[in-house]
């Protein structure tokens, strides 16, 4: 142990720190107020104040005594540290280990005090710490609370749990509150399972204590309002501190917890945080005080908890003022500043001495916080301290007072001068003193009163001094004078005068008469105003003054007067001024003398008792009357008997007289006389002595060790007598006396006994009381003292180890004064031996000691407890506390397995009780179920320090035993409880044989294998992994893993999507349950060539010649060539000025250059270029666009030349077809062949300009005319030659030309026709229709201009045609003809579906008319089928085809497209929808849904689900225990495992898990059950007869539980029954009734036993491909449409049933009856199947998913070995060995059996749709056995009714069919049923029940069912007169041979519109055989019911 001593020095922090001189005090630590500490510890402790310089350092008790030192006790050492020593519980004192002590430090400055300091010592006491037992509910908090005993309360507390032995670490679920609880969030089963202990210390003697284990009840949730768990109540909180409210509740549902404040919701903010242990609010203030109410609320009601907090401000004092130095006299105010609480009380002390109030002394304010000291004298100084206290809390300032001599002085002043009328003056007087005086002015003894005339300021400066102004501002004469300042406080008064001359005429103010005592000074001023003066003189009776020493005239004209004297000084004096020479002014004032009193000094000699006093007063001089009086010690003594004085006074004397003298009369007495004049007097003492003598004698005295004792002797006398004690050790005769020591502990009190504090052994002896006072002889007596020393334990051991069943003895030694009686004590349990013989106690004495022995025998478990020894006698108790541990080996540790693999276990364990010894090891040891324990296997010495250990090296697929020891250091512990478990299964240890790679296309490669090999496969092969990567440069050489299940020996798979023209690597990996065995050895293959995906790179284009330009590129990217570059092509075509495009070409090449020749002149060209390999064509470059050059232009392409007057004609043309470069101008030639000119006549025209006016020419006379173009390259060919000849009458000719003008719709179109002739010619327009020309008339579309000119507005394609324009005259008419194209958009492609994938979808489409323009390209839209979000491809106008990449598996898409040429683009074709493979996954029947199950937790196989083709990107599950209605959900990874944990022991669960792609969700349900906590779980029959004890005809209570399914034992037959009751059957023995939610619950992972042979949810098996036509669209192709959206997935696709059949039929009888039927239609009925060896039900699947997947034979018989060792605890195995379990499965398709037969066989796209009643289908029938892990059995169990063999002629009816109408007609129905046999189920009549009309699911065994035929309209015939009935929505065709003609005419006689699909079934006898030769087949039957 350590001594524990408190350092505060080392912190010293001065809390004042201002000097007042060089003496100060302080505190190191003022807020230590308590300490505790241990008894076997001590403490020391320094004192908290100090001083500089050294202070004296003192210990109190709080009553104000010394504090003594006690040997081996206490000690106050000589620098003021107290030490408190380590002591024994028989030595304890409370005066000294609990009592509140204070320190003191004193120097000059004063003396200051510390707080009261409590100081306890702690003892130590025995005790335990509990942990009680508590309960939750699952998903609720469980509190656990360390209860520890109140006595220890306070100095124990809570630094740790254990759960099961190992600490808990705060997180997760456990939290540890401030207070110490353990909270345990979200409680879950296995909680229930381990023990939880508290660890406490104690915080002084640091002895640690482990609580006992509590368990904790884990319930599962019961509906219940709120119960509290854990809350809080009032409590006091200081500001700045944290503080945990805390409330928890239980309650299901969980309740919800609200704070209120003061009856409000918490306001915002961050310093209060909502925890799962309650409210915490952490930097807590004043305002967060008030009421807090925590509202815990459910549904089932609420309940409330509340309290009030308080927020206190620790307590902060500050004293003002602080280290003041002041003045006898003065008035001085304390103020007590407390901040904080206002709660308090306050305490004044000066010197540490409480402070009463007095005559000096007030202490004012409410709470007494002002202190006020009036008149202060020299005692009054030293350190005031103010104490504010609240609750035990102390805050203290002090503050250090200085009192001295403050008699003021002037130390500033102002001098003499002189001013002028009006001129300003100022005057200033500054003085000293203490108090700071005030300081008032005179003028000639007047005083200054501040007014218009003077103005006056005062203050004072830090330095204390007072300075004041007197300031005049316009001084008139009568403000001259003698001004004087007068310094006043409490201590006195000082002056200062000087004279200020206003100048003017002077005078003398008026003077009063002055009185002055006798023996003192006076002053006379002469009150002289004005100025100049030339004196000023004094007389007396004639006589100028100074005549003798004593007096003094000043400069000024002030009179002093020394030492006055009546006779001498009394009288009139005179004041002469000489104003002018020769001319005075006089003043006279009188002076009165007073003499004061004096008296004669006397003596007063001493006295004895009973003499006579006589004393005498006499005043010798002084102004009568004179009053004389007597005091004594202050006091006026009043004569008479009383006071035993007499007084006799006269005139000017007095005389005290004492009759008889007593000792009452010493004293001080004083004689004071007093007149006008003043007050004297004269004090004297005056003695009375009286020898010594004993009031009480000392006696010899007992005392008791250890407690205080009073020696008494007391005496009287005067002067007191002075009493020494002295001391003789020993009883015998004393040999020599020497003085007592006065210590603390040893004190003389007031009266003269002698106090012992604390008596020691060695104060006992002889006593001499002495006493002496110097008058007559000492007296002295003598006493012995006695100690006694109370019983008390001096030697015992603290702690003790025994080993159960041996004998152990305790021992205790006391002493102490006899007879000492010993009492053992068990815990609070006195121990009596005579009773309890285990017990035996004996008593030894060894001199003044006596020893106890108790002996235990035998030691047991029960004695770790504290023992303790109690020694008594008639002085006192003394203890001795003893703790036993008996130590034993362990107990066996409580073992669970926590995991089990293939090849190893995960073991935990739980140590309850260690044996009081530490555990040193651990053994494990396990061995085969069948061996014995001589065979076993040993994990030996495993370290205490784990709670866990993994067993390795086991065999998969074992039962091993295995138990468990434990060591410590006594020995081993009892063997475990022993536990059986099993191992799983391990991955193959073989990979794929025989893989084999081939190339399918440019991004697929098939891979076929076969098994590993039987003996390596290591249970049954569940699928496989293909790995695949590319084995090229620039791969990063990893993996890609797909998976795919198991179908046979043989298996082929197909990757897709891979790199084109790539090498890839592909392993293949088989996988069971238990995982992934290894790969087999990589084989590479190459995918075949593809196109190139990108364009040759730098395609560029130089123009060479006008018709001429090289076209150069580089080789695309190699890793975009997808194959072996065959060439490059080059793709051109031109672009016309008109917009439109000429013919598109190409040129192949293999070299990286072409050169284009013979292209058009000056023509723009765009060109493309394009890599293609073996594969074909790859992607074209971007358009480049070239122009080539230009060169000579073509002929004008028409030319007209009319006559336009008899010198003119006009010339028009048309534009070259070839311009071959822009066209700079035009030349018109004119020639005349007979003018004889050689060369003709040039015209130029603007090249805008196509016509032109030629004048000058001659009458009649012929020319002939032609033109030509030019460009920059020169003049073109020219046109052809006109002749015309100019006329004076000319016919109208029309100068325009006709032809064919094309446009783009919607635009303006002038078509001009300007004519000449003369007369002028008359314009008119027609536009041929038909056979008829239609004039064209004016309107707001079309506008005939003057010029002859038509304008067309907005043109549409209607507004083509041809348009004629004649122009007609007098002499002729002329005509042109225009063909008007009108452009429009292009016509809807029509767009078709090509190809689908994955993530693909190709496109083809066939162009519509192009609109009279060119197409210039398509725009390709898509979108998600469920968005309009479009998004646009744009494609060129050569491609016929498309495909959309990058698009998202298993999803419809809509698509549209649109043709665009010069115009716009055109219409929109047909929106089509198409859908990429894939479909939303699925788990896989073959792989287990559940890996591991034990108590607390379940492990899920997420990689049992299947893609579907697409990646699953989400996994969600849903679980919780069943009769629960709140889910837990939780996301997981779905390539993981998954552990749900924390699950309840032995426990039904309810589970769903749904995972999601692309392609939309699916769901699996499943329900499991956890083990008890040995890992055991009951067989199935267990679980049905445990489960279901209620009897068969007890009502059942509540709404109707659904089916019931009953088990009979041992014959294992299933029995299935309706709501109504049980039907027993047959030979039944034992039919045990459960429920389906039973039922659910009834398969366990772990411990399949009874392996019933149903499984509700339908197994997926491969059907086939299906067609949807239910929906189709526009433009979809219906054979490549495969399944539809997930918004149908809620729709009913398909039912499924299963038979359990017994393998003593053969298959060629197949005597089982397999019934089922549509759940939709069954309601609260269902079938029961009997008298059969074949039991089925079936069920209905709401889902799209999972329909395809087949399971092979071999797999389902290595399934059923599985379940038959499970079978084993049931004793069932030998019943079910040869059984056979078929599954069937039916799907309803909704397209014609045609289109059934067109679909794709990719397995991944089946297809559902919502199915009309009319709607054919497809049954497909596949064996498969039930698997352990199928597991959701309780939501869509089959419900048949049972049935009796009968002849009703609806037996054999589908159930839906079977409604009322039916029934109705009875009589029109012949046909028995057939005889069933007895060993065959059979379908009894139905008469009695009705059931709903909407099924849609059938089975049909087609070697039983009949042919049955049925229209749509109703029911047409049965047998050979069958009635017909109305059916709802459904019709049925059965087929046999005798009514297969009855089939074909109901069809045919039915609406001919719907025949074709209402018709469920061929009538022809192919079909019929169809059926009937699948039915043959042992695993697989599918039925085509079109």
């Known amino acids: 142990m350590w001594l524990v001593t408190l350092l505060l020095l080392y912190s010293l922090q001065e809390v004042h720190s201002e000097d007042v001189g060089s003496t100060r005090l302080y505190f190191v630590n003022a807020s230590l107020q308590r300490v505790t500490y241990s008894s076997s510890v001590g403490v020391s402790l320094p004192c908290p104040a100090g001083g500089t310089p050294s202070a004296i350092l003192r210990w109190y008790l709080a009553t104000g005594d010394d504090i003594y030192d006690v040997p081996h006790i206490r000690h106050v050492h000589a620098n003021g540290t107290l030490q408190l020593y380590p002591f024994s519980p028989s030595a304890y004192n409370s005066y000294i280990h609990d009592n509140d002590y204070f320190c003191t430090a004193e120097n000059q400055a004063g003396k200051i005090r510390s707080p009261n300091i409590r100081i306890k010592a702690v003892f130590r006491e025995p005790y335990t710490v509990r942990v009680a037992d508590q309960r939750s509910m699952r998903g609720n908090v469980a509190v656990f609370k360390c209860l520890i005993p109140v006595a220890v309360q306070e100095y124990v507390s809570v630094v740790s749990w254990e759960r099961d032995t190992v600490s808990i670490v705060p997180g997760n679920r456990f939290s540890l509150t401030s207070f110490g609880a353990l909270y345990i969030s979200d409680v879950q089963k296995e909680d229930a399972l381990s023990t939880y202990r508290c660890i406490t210390k104690h915080k002084y003697s640091g002895e640690t204590r482990q609580s006992n284990g509590a368990r904790l009840s884990v319930m599962d949730p019961n509906e219940s309002s709120p119960t509290i768990l854990d809350s809080f109540q009032a409590g006091e909180v200081q500001a700045g501190q944290s503080i945990e409210l805390p409330c928890t509740a239980g309650g299901y549902p969980s309740p919800t917890v609200r704070w209120l404040k003061d009856g409000r919701p918490l306001p915002s903010d961050a310093r209060w945080t909502r925890r799962l242990t309650g409210l915490t609010i952490s930097d807590l203030r004043l305002e967060d005080s008030g009421s807090y109410a925590c509202e815990v609320t459910n549904s089932f009601g609420s309940k409330e908890v509340s309290g009030q907090l308080h927020v206190i401000d620790p307590l902060r004092v500050t004293l003002s003022p602080k280290n003041l130095k002041t003045g006898i006299s003065s008035t001085l105010f304390f103020t007590c500043t407390v901040e904080g609480s206002p709660e308090y009380t306050i305490s004044w002390y000066r010197n540490t001495e409480p402070i009463l109030p007095d005559q000096h002394i007030s202490i004012q304010g409410q709470h007494n916080d002002t202190l006020q000291i009036t008149a202060a004298q020299k005692f009054h100084s030293g350190a005031y301290q103010c104490f504010a206290s609240r609750k035990g809390h102390t805050a203290q300032d002090f503050s250090i007072i200085l009192l001295e001599d403050g008699t003021p002085r002037i130390v500033s002043s102002f001098s003499e001068r002189v001013v002028n009328p009006g001129e300003p003056f100022s005057l200033m007087c500054g003085a000293k003193g203490a108090p700071p005086p005030a300081i008032t002015w005179t003028l000639d003894d007047e005083p200054v009163v501040r007014d218009s005339t003077y103005k006056t300021s005062q203050y004072t400066l830090s330095d204390g001094l007072t300075v004041s102004h007197v300031n005049v501002s316009s001084p008139l004469i009568r403000d001259g004078g003698v001004y004087r300042c007068v310094a006043r406080n409490s201590a006195g008064s000082a002056e200062y005068q000087a004279r200020i001359n206003v100048r003017g005429p002077p005078r003398i103010r008026p003077m009063r008469d002055i009185t002055a005592v006798a023996g003192r000074n006076t002053y006379i001023t002469c009150r002289v105003i004005g100025y100049p003066y030339y004196s000023i003189k004094w007389l007396k009776e004639g006589m100028q003054l100074p005549d003798n020493h004593r007096q003094v005239v000043f400069e000024n004209g002030t009179l002093r007067l020394t030492d006055v004297q009546k006779g001498a000084d009394e009288g009139t004096y005179l004041c002469s001024v000489l104003i002018q020479p020769q001319v005075s002014i006089n003043q006279t004032v009188h002076v009165t003398v007073k003499v004061p009193p004096l008296i004669q000094p006397f003596d007063i000699p001493s006295t004895s008792v009973g003499k006579l006093m006589y004393i005498a007063c006499v005043v010798s001089s002084g102004d009568m009357p004179i009053r004389i009086t007597w005091h004594k010690d202050g006091q006026l003594i009043v004569p008479g008997s009383a006071s035993g004085v007499g007084i006799e006074t006269k005139e000017f004397m007095s005389s005290l007289?004492?009759?008889?003298?007593?000792?009452?009369?010493?004293?001080?007495?004083?004689?004071?006389?007093?007149?006008?004049?003043?007050?004297?007097?004269?004090?004297?003492?005056?003695?009375?002595?009286?020898?010594?003598?004993?009031?009480?004698?000392?006696?010899?005295?007992?005392?008791?060790?250890?407690?205080?004792?009073?020696?008494?002797?007391s005496v009287e006398g005067y002067p007191p007598p002075k009493v020494m004690w002295k001391h003789a050790k020993g009883v015998g005769n004393p040999q020599q006396y020497h003085p007592v020591p006065l210590t603390g502990r040893i004190q003389i009190m007031s009266n003269g006994s002698l106090l012992i504090r604390h008596v020691l052994e060695d104060d006992r002896g002889y006593y001499l009381c002495q006493a002496s006072n110097g008058v007559g002889s000492d007296i002295s007596k003598s006493m012995i003292l006695t100690v006694k020393i109370p019983a008390m334990i001096t030697s015992h051991p603290n702690t003790t180890m025994a080993r159960k069943g041996q004998t152990k003895e305790l021992n205790c030694t006391a002493r102490g004064e006899q007879p000492i009686i010993i009492r053992w004590e068990r815990g609070d349990t006195v121990i009596d031996a005579e009773r309890n013989p285990r017990y035996s106690i004996i008593i030894n004495?060894?001199?003044?000691?006596?020893?106890?022995?108790?002996?235990?025998?035998?030691?047991?478990?029960?004695?770790?407890?504290?023992?303790?020894?109690?020694?008594?006698?008639?002085?006192?108790?003394?203890?001795?506390?003893?703790?036993?541990?008996?130590?034993?080996?362990?107990?066996?540790?409580?073992?669970?397995?926590?995991?089990?693999?293939?090849?190893?276990?995960?073991?935990?364990?739980?140590?309850?009780?260690?044996?009081?010894?530490?555990?040193?090891?651990?053994?494990?040891?396990?061995?085969?179920?069948?061996?014995?324990?001589?065979?076993?296997?040993?994990?030996?010495?495993?370290?205490?320090?784990?709670?866990?250990?993994?067993?390795?090296?086991?065999?998969?697929?074992?039962?091993?035993?295995?138990?468990?020891?434990?060591?410590?250091?006594?020995?081993?512990?009892?063997?475990?409880?022993?536990?059986?478990?099993?191992?799983?299964?391990?991955?193959?240890?073989?990979?794929?044989?025989?893989?084999?790679?081939?190339?399918?296309?440019?991004?697929?490669?098939?891979?076929?294998?076969?098994?590993?090999?039987?003996?390596?496969?290591?249970?049954?092969?569940?699928?496989?992994?293909?790995?695949?990567?590319?084995?090229?440069?620039?791969?990063?050489?990893?993996?890609?893993?797909?998976?795919?299940?198991?179908?046979?020996?043989?298996?082929?798979?197909?990757?897709?999507?891979?790199?084109?023209f790539a090498q890839y690597g592909v392993v293949v990996q088989a996988f069971n349950r238990a995982g992934t065995g290894p790969s087999s050895t990589e084989i590479n293959a190459t995918t075949l060539e593809d196109v190139p995906s990108e364009p040759p790179q730098n395609v560029r284009a130089i123009s060479v010649t006008s018709d001429e330009a090289v076209i150069t590129w580089a080789e695309p990217p190699r890793l975009t060539l997808h194959g072996v570059l065959k060439g490059y092509r080059v793709v051109f075509w031109s672009l016309f000025p008109d917009g439109e495009w000429g013919e598109m070409q190409n040129i192949t090449t293999t070299r990286e250059q072409v050169e284009l020749r013979g292209l058009e002149k000056f023509t723009n060209y765009s060109v493309q270029v394009l890599a293609y390999t073996q594969a074909g064509d790859g992607v074209r470059s971007n358009v480049l666009y070239i122009q080539t050059r230009e060169d000579l232009p073509g002929p004008p392409a028409g030319i007209k030349a009319v006559p336009s007057s008899p010198s003119s004609v006009v010339v028009s043309w048309l534009p070259p077809l070839k311009p071959n470069g822009v066209i700079r101008k035009y030349t018109i030639y004119c020639s005349s062949p007979g003018s004889g000119q050689p060369a003709p006549s040039e015209y130029e025209a603007n090249p805008e300009m196509l016509f032109y006016r030629i004048t000058h020419l001659s009458r009649g006379k012929q020319y002939h005319i032609w033109s030509a173009a030019v460009t920059t390259a020169g003049r073109g060919n020219i046109s052809s030659k006109v002749i015309v000849e100019p006329a004076g009458k000319v016919p109208a000719k029309i100068l325009s030309f006709g032809g064919t003008v094309t446009t783009p719709w919607m635009k303006e179109v002038r078509l001009p026709c300007s004519s000449v002739g003369e007369p002028a010619p008359t314009i008119k327009w027609t536009k041929d229709s038909e056979d008829s020309a239609i004039p064209v008339t004016a309107d707001s579309q079309r506008q005939i201009l003057s010029n002859g000119t038509l304008v067309l507005r907005s043109v549409k394609a209607e507004d083509s045609g041809y348009y004629t324009c004649t122009a007609t005259n007098t002499l002729g008419f002329d005509t042109i003809i225009v063909n008007l194209v009108v452009q429009v958009p292009p016509d809807q492609p029509r767009l078709t579906v090509s190809t689908t994938s994955t993530s693909s979808i190709t496109l083809a489409w066939i162009p519509g008319d192009n609109g009279g323009s060119s197409i210039r390209g398509f725009v390709l839209q898509y979108s998600v089928d469920n968005t309009e979000e479009w998004r646009d491809v744009f494609i060129s106008s050569t491609e016929r085809s498309f495909r959309l990449d990058n698009l998202r598996?298993?999803?419809?898409?809509?698509?549209?497209?649109?043709?665009?040429?010069?115009?716009?683009?055109?219409?929109?074709?047909?929106?089509i929808e198409a859908k990429t493979h894939g479909r939303e996954p699925v788990f896989n029947k073959d792989q287990p849904l559940l890996t591991h199950i034990n108590s607390t937790h379940a492990g899920l196989n997420l990689q049992g689900w299947t893609s579907g083709g697409c990646p699953?990107?989400?996994?969600?599950?849903?679980?919780?225990?069943?009769?629960?209605?709140?889910?837990?959900?939780?996301?997981?990874?779905?390539?993981?495992?998954?552990?749900?944990?924390?699950?309840?022991?032995?426990?039904?669960?309810?589970?769903?898990?749904?995972?999601?792609?692309?392609?939309?969700?699916?769901?699996?349900?499943?329900?499991?059950?956890?083990?008890?906590?040995?890992?055991?779980?009951?067989?199935?029959?267990?679980?049905?007869?445990?489960?279901?004890?209620?009897?068969?005809?007890?009502?059942?209570?509540?709404?109707?539980?659904?089916?019931?399914?009953?088990?009979?034992?041992?014959?294992?037959?299933?029995?299935?029954?309706?709501?109504?009751?049980?039907?027993?059957?047959?030979?039944?023995?034992?039919?045990?009734?459960?429920?389906?939610?039973?039922?659910?619950?009834?398969?366990?992972?772990?411990?399949?036993?009874?392996?019933?042979?149903?499984?509700?949810?339908?197994?997926?098996?491969?059907?086939?491909?299906?067609?949807?036509?239910?929906?189709?669209?526009?433009?979809?192709?219906?054979?490549?449409?495969?399944?539809?959206?997930?918004?149908?997935?809620?729709?009913?696709?398909?039912?499924?049933?299963?038979?359990?059949?017994?393998?003593?039929?053969?298959?060629?009888?197949?005597?089982?009856?397999?019934?089922?039927?549509?759940?939709?239609?069954?309601?609260?009925?269902?079938?029961?199947?009997?008298e059969s060896d074949s039991y089925s039900a079936s069920l209905s699947q709401d889902t799209d998913k999972g329909r395809n997947s087949m399971v092979s034979t071999e797999s389902a018989s290595s399934t059923y070995e599985e379940l038959a060792r499970a079978y084993e605890h049931a004793k069932l195995e030998e019943h079910l060995q040869h059984a056979k379990f078929t599954i069937t499965e039916c799907f309803i398709s909704d397209s014609s059996s045609d289109q059934m037969t067109t679909g794709t066989n990719d397995p991944a796209d089946s297809m559902t749709s919502l199915s009309t009643p009319s709607e054919p289908g497809i049954c497909r029938f596949t064996a498969s056995p039930p698997k352990p892990q199928d597991y959701d059995r309780g939501k869509n169990v089959a419900v048949p009714i049972p049935h009796r063999a009968n002849k009703s002629e609806f037996c054999n009816l589908p159930l839906y069919m079977k409604t009322d109408p039916f029934f109705r007609k009875q009589g029109e129905l012949h046909d028995p049923c057939p005889v069933v046999p007895p060993r065959e189920a059979s379908i009894r009549s139905l008469t009695q029940r009705a059931y709903h009309t909407q099924g849609r699911h059938k089975t049909l065994d087609p070697t039983k069912q009949p042919s049955l035929t049925l229209g749509h309209s109703g029911l047409s015939s049965l047998g050979s007169s069958l009635g017909t009935a109305t059916l709802p929505q459904r019709t049925l065709t059965m087929p046999s041979s005798n009514t297969a003609a009855t089939a074909s005419t109901s069809s045919t006689g039915s609406n001919p519109t719907n025949s074709s699909r209402d018709s469920l079934l061929e009538s022809s006898s192919s079909a019929l055989g169809r059926l009937q030769k699948q039915s043959a087949g042992a695993y697989s039957k599918s039925y085509t019911l079109v």
């Open 1449 to 1471: 598996c298993g999803t419809w898409y809509k698509v549209k497209l649109a043709a665009k040429n010069s115009v716009g683009s055109g219409r929109i074709s047909e929106i």
């Open 657 to 713: 007289q004492i009759s008889k003298v007593t000792l009452k009369h010493n004293g001080n007495y004083t004689c004071i006389a007093s007149n006008a004049a003043a007050t004297v007097s004269w004090e004297r003492q005056l003695i009375v002595t009286v020898p010594p003598r004993f009031t009480v004698q000392p006696n010899n005295q007992d005392c008791i060790y250890g407690k205080a004792g009073v020696l008494n002797c």
């Open 845 to 1060: 004495k060894k001199g003044d000691e006596v020893i106890s022995t108790l002996k235990l025998n035998p030691a047991e478990r029960g004695d770790s407890v504290f023992f303790s020894c109690h020694a008594i006698n008639s002085y006192g108790e003394g203890r001795g506390l003893i703790q036993l541990t008996v130590q034993e080996p362990p107990d066996p540790p409580e073992l669970e397995v926590r995991e089990v693999k293939d090849r190893s276990m995960n073991l935990r364990w739980i140590q309850r009780f260690d044996g009081n010894s530490i555990i040193t090891s651990y053994d494990i040891e396990y061995k085969n179920k069948s061996d014995t324990w001589d065979h076993m296997y040993t994990t030996r010495n495993i370290s205490p320090t784990n709670n866990q250990a993994n067993i390795v090296e086991l065999h998969p697929a074992c039962v091993y035993s295995i138990r468990m020891y434990s060591y410590n250091k006594i020995g081993r512990s009892l063997p475990s409880k022993e536990l059986t478990i099993s191992t799983e299964e391990a991955p193959p240890d073989g990979p794929p044989m025989e893989v084999i790679l081939t190339p399918m296309t440019s991004q697929s490669i098939r891979v076929t294998w076969r098994a590993p090999k039987k003996e390596l496969q290591n249970g049954v092969i569940r699928g496989y992994q293909i790995g695949y990567r590319e084995n090229g440069p620039g791969s990063n050489g990893q993996y890609s893993i797909v998976e795919m299940k198991a179908t046979g020996d043989s298996e082929v798979y197909t990757l897709d999507l891979l790199k084109k």
């Open 1512 to 1730: 699953i990107t989400d996994m969600m599950l849903d679980f919780r225990p069943k009769g629960t209605w709140a889910w837990q959900s939780l996301k997981a990874n779905s390539t993981t495992q998954l552990f749900l944990s924390e699950l309840r022991e032995a426990t039904w669960y309810e589970l769903k898990m749904k995972a999601c792609n692309s392609a939309g969700c699916g769901n699996q349900s499943s329900q499991f059950a956890t083990t008890d906590y040995d890992g055991n779980a009951k067989s199935l029959a267990e679980m049905l007869i445990s489960k279901n004890n209620r009897s068969i005809d007890t009502p059942v209570k509540g709404p109707p539980q659904g089916p019931r399914l009953h088990i009979d034992i041992p014959r294992v037959q299933l029995l299935i029954e309706d709501k109504e009751g049980i039907k027993q059957i047959g030979e039944d023995k034992a039919a045990v009734p459960v429920t389906d939610t039973d039922f659910s619950q009834s398969v366990n992972t772990q411990n399949f036993c009874t392996g019933v042979s149903l499984h509700h949810q339908a197994l997926i098996q491969n059907s086939g491909p299906l067609i949807d036509m239910s929906d189709i669209r526009p433009g979809t192709n219906p054979v490549s449409r495969k399944s539809i959206k997930s918004a149908h997935s809620s729709r009913n696709r398909y039912s499924s049933q299963w038979t359990l059949s017994r393998p003593t039929q053969s298959q060629s009888t197949a005597s089982a009856r397999t019934l089922t039927s549509d759940w939709r239609t069954m309601g609260s009925h269902g079938i029961t199947a009997t």
